[in-house]
């Protein structure tokens, strides 16, 4: 059987309804999920849907039941898709995956494209960070995701994150990396303060991870994949990393002025941007891509797998992140 017909199968016995798939078509990227856009006509009813289903190897692990809950947690509360189903086992699909509703009329931009939001710039920066920092208001207490998301104590929240990082190093990397294993050690020698508050962090929120209508209005934020709970200047420091700049040393994420940026945040999520915290959370993020791109390396090498979002990841991207790498530490050490 095919995708198509398996799927359609799946939403038969879902929906109690006779279900045809219509235009299914996979959507390129999404590393770590296969993403395919598809109408399901539902006893006559057209639904737009997404299908978010496990690849057989993936650039990183990450567990589809909190990726599903976060947007349970968010989707009436920001700009997030509605979730329809998750299947853990695979089902008729063979593998997990989950089913989301679809959100049409958006452009996803690409981290490699130079000034994508044209004159929008400023006003999608603006709405970019202030939903990041809505998103850090939440309480996680009562929302979905709390149900299988571990809260670490505010002063463990740096160490968590950063043993979880460095293990995928451990694990994956296939060549000294002398530039991470420095930066490793620095951020354990000098642990940020504690988090402010324990809070949803998105986990890969950045430019590209959402639609956008072209003339400023962001319609979804996507790719919840690595959801926890954690110090929410964890998501902050992702998402004004400078590999994620458009080339465009003005402006953080290719938007607005860092400021202005983090003005936006703290306003809005109402809590501090502790400039020493925030530095310490900046390194990790360069640390945390580095670990990506080395599993998106082995993956490539190793493991079978010659989709070319790997073979990038795992060659410009981790260069262009031993670069940042190296300026962050030059910076802490009062280098440069």
């Not at 958006?106 to 920092?133: K, R, W």
């Not at 571990?150 to 740096?158: D, I, K, L, S």
């Not at 988090?195 to 998105?202: E, K, P, S, Y």
Request: proline residues 8%.
């Amino acid at each position: 059987m095919t995708l198509a017909e398996r799927l359609e199968a799946y939403l038969t016995r879902h929906f109690g309804a006779p279900t045809t798939v219509r235009d299914l078509s996979r959507i390129p990227g999404g590393a770590s999920r296969e993403t395919y856009r598809f109408d399901a006509i539902v006893d006559g009813v057209v639904r737009p849907l997404i299908l978010r289903r496990d690849p057989p190897a993936s650039l990183i692990e990450t567990d589809r039941s909190l990726e599903y809950l976060a947007f349970q947690s968010f989707h009436d509360r920001a700009p997030v898709p509605e979730p329809i189903v998750l299947e853990t086992q695979g089902a008729e699909l063979e593998r997990p995956f989950f089913i989301m509703t679809r959100v049409d009329g958006g452009a996803a931009a690409s981290p490699f494209t130079v000034q994508p939001y044209g004159p929008h710039a400023q006003v999608i920066g603006e709405t970019f960070f202030a939903a990041l920092g809505a998103i850090a208001a939440t309480d996680p207490a009562g929302l979905p995701l709390a149900q299988a998301a571990v809260a670490p104590e505010p002063g463990e929240c740096w160490r968590v994150a950063l043993d979880h990082w460095a293990a995928v190093i451990e694990a994956d990397e296939q060549h000294p990396q002398p530039i991470v294993r420095a930066a490793i050690r620095r951020l354990r020698r000098a642990p940020p303060p504690p988090a402010t508050a324990v809070r949803v962090v998105h986990g890969d929120y950045r430019t590209g991870n959402f639609l956008h209508d072209g003339q400023g209005k962001i319609l979804a934020i996507l790719d919840w994949e690595m959801a926890h709970l954690g110090d929410p200047l964890e998501d902050l420091a992702w998402a004004i990393d400078p590999l994620w700049g458009h080339y465009d040393e003005g402006r953080v994420a290719g938007m607005i002025p860092r400021d202005e940026a983090l003005a936006i945040w703290s306003r809005t999520s109402g809590l501090p941007v502790d400039p020493a915290a925030l530095a310490w959370w900046e390194l990790f993020s360069a640390v945390k891509g580095q670990a990506i791109w080395t599993s998106a390396a082995r993956e490539y090498r190793d493991g079978g797998f010659k989709d070319p979002v790997l073979a990038i990841s795992g060659w410009y991207t981790a260069r262009r992140h031993d670069q940042i790498l190296a300026d962050g530490l030059m910076r802490l050490e009062g280098l440069s």
